[in-house]
Each structure stands twice: as structure tokens, then as C-alpha cells.
């Protein structure tokens, strides 16, 4: 469902309940901000499917008759093949039709079951994209994510000479906007030095993966030049936390703004699907690996 049209069936459902008035709108505001809290999160994994399939779109596809199934699993190489159709990487696969998941030794030898549990389901679902970057659907989400921000980065900052991209940037600069979030990343304007817009990634505490909420009322406090954004966000027990910049830990302390130089920064976030259209355009410039 369209996210509106969602929002309102929620607002509707609230209405119903026997509630005084200020707890039915704070229930009703909580219940939204979760729901785009949501949508911006799978905004961001369509972004990071679609670009671990066009990397891996160059991969042989195996045949149906290619993979090894053990007798009493026979009836899952259909479902099995068309999934490797779409992403012949995958070392893991959830079956959804038979409730079953697999697991891949050597080339196509797909014969040994894994523990079909919600746990594991979940790491099938994150092996799509994962792997696709070379990672594991099975190793820490958060940090996965990060790492791929991380790959897809110096191809974001080619989104800077796109007329679409510039056209959407001097739009924010005349409504005020220095800080525009699109699918993971941060399109920065940053006034000091060379003024220019520069791509930064979201990160650390913010996001509902964690059990927070995107705090979109919250602003952005910058006291350094690192290259991550952790956007405002509120945590469980209704603690509103400003969001900050800062580097990821394996680059070391982020250089320091001058104390006259330290800014305070609303946010704006657009549709991520713009953001797969985006990177959509340059692909049109550049062929995949292997082409």
C-alpha cells in the first residue's frame, strides 16, 4: 500500500479505540514515524538489491539439472533454480513455498538443509543483497550495511555530475536545505572552504534497526569533517538524541571543525526510489563488471 494511504488506515484504526484525545494523537504520531522509519530502511536495501544484481548480472547461471539435491528435496529444485536465475551468488537460499532453507558447498551442490528458523530466514533474505558485495547475509546487519555504503560510495559522488542530481541540489539550496538524505546517503553542502556539495553516508546509531526512530524534527550538529552522518533520532524511552558527524572507526578521528565553524543543520529526506533511478542513469554510462 502506498505509505499515505497506510498512515491513514492507521490513523482510522486509533480513531476506533476508547482513548482520550492526546493519547490517541501520541499513539497515532509514534505508529507513523515507525512506518517511515520502516520505508526509508527498505528504501535503502531495494537501493543496495538492485545494485548487488547489476553487479552480478556478467555470472553464469547454472541449469535446473546443474544443482545437486538429495532425493527427499527434489521437489525444491524449481523454486531453488529460479531464485539463482536472479542471483546465482547466493550461498544460502530460503524456500518460502516448502518452509525450507539451504545451504551451498562447492559449486552447485545445494543438498544439505539448514534449521528453518525465522533467524535463519531472515539471514536468506540479507544473503540477496550481501552477497551480491562479497559479504554474508549471516554476519551483523548494521555493519554489513555499513560496509556497503562504504562500496557504493565512490559511485554516489558520480551522482554529483548528473543534470538530474544537480537540478534536485539547487531545488534544496533555494527552500534552504544544506542536508538532503536519499537511500543511505547524504548530499552535503558545506560552506566552508570550497563550497560545493559533497556525499557523505548515514550511519551509526540512527535508524529503527536498532530501536530507535528517525527524529525528523531533530537537526544535525557538526563539530568535525566525517564522512558518516548519523541522522537525529529518538531512542526507545522517548530520548530525542541531535545527530553529529563523525568517521567510521577504522578511519581514525575525523578532522575537526574550527569552533566558529561548527554548524547546526536541519535534514530533508527524499523518496529512495529516486535515488535507484539515479544510479540507474549512470549506469547507462558505465557497463557492468565483466561486460
Not at 21 to 44: F, G, H, M, V, W
Not at 179 to 204: A, Q
Amino acid at each position: 500500500k502506498h505509505v499515505a494511504e497506510f498512515n491513514a488506515e492507521v490513523s482510522a484504526r486509533v480513531d476506533e479505540l476508547d482513548l482520550d484525545n492526546d493519547l490517541r494523537i501520541s499513539i497515532t504520531l509514534k505508529a507513523e514515524k515507525e512506518l517511515t522509519a520502516q520505508r526509508r530502511l527498505a528504501d535503502e536495501e531495494r537501493l543496495m538489491l538492485s545494485e548487488a544484481l547489476r553487479r552480478n548480472a556478467h555470472l553464469d547461471r547454472p541449469r535446473a539439472e546443474d544443482l545437486v539435491l538429495s532425493p527427499e528435496l527434489e521437489n525444491l529444485r524449481e523454486d531453488l533454480h529460479e531464485q539463482l536465475q536472479e542471483s546465482p551468488y547466493l550461498r544460502i537460499a530460503h524456500i518460502p513455498r516448502w518452509g525450507m532453507a539451504l545451504v551451498r558447498s562447492g559449486e552447485h551442490d545445494w543438498s544439505t538443509r539448514l534449521k528453518p528458523t525465522k533467524k535463519c530466514f531472515v539471514s536468506c533474505a540479507r544473503e540477496k543483497i550481501a552477497r551480491g558485495f562479497g559479504l554474508s547475509g549471516t554476519d551483523h546487519w548494521g555493519k554489513t550495511k555499513a560496509a556497503i555504503r562504504s562500496m557504493l560510495l565512490p559511485l554516489a559522488n558520480q551522482l554529483l555530475q548528473l543534470a538530474s542530481v544537480q537540478k534536485i541540489l539547487m531545488e534544496a539550496r533555494a527552500r534552504g536545505q544544506r542536508v538532503v538524505v536519499m537511500g543511505g546517503f547524504v548530499f552535503w553542502y558545506e560552506e566552508n572552504g570550497t563550497p560545493g556539495w559533497v556525499i557523505k553516508t548515514t550511519g551509526g546509531e540512527s535508524g529503527s534497526e536498532n530501536g530507535q526512530t528517525l527524529w525528523h524534527e531533530g537537526t544535525i550538529i557538526s563539530k568535525n569533517h566525517g564522512r558518516i552522518v548519523v541522522l537525529p533520532y529518538i531512542k526507545e524511552n522517548g530520548e530525542k538524541v541531535q545527530g553529529h558527524t563523525k568517521n567510521a572507526s577504522h578511519d581514525g578521528k575525523a578532522l575537526p571543525r574550527h569552533r566558529d565553524e561548527y554548524v547546526e543543520l536541519p535534514f530533508e529526506i527524499l523518496d529512495g526510489d529516486l535515488m535507484i533511478g539515479l544510479f540507474g542513469e549512470l549506469h547507462y554510462e558505465r557497463p557492468a563488471p565483466g561486460q
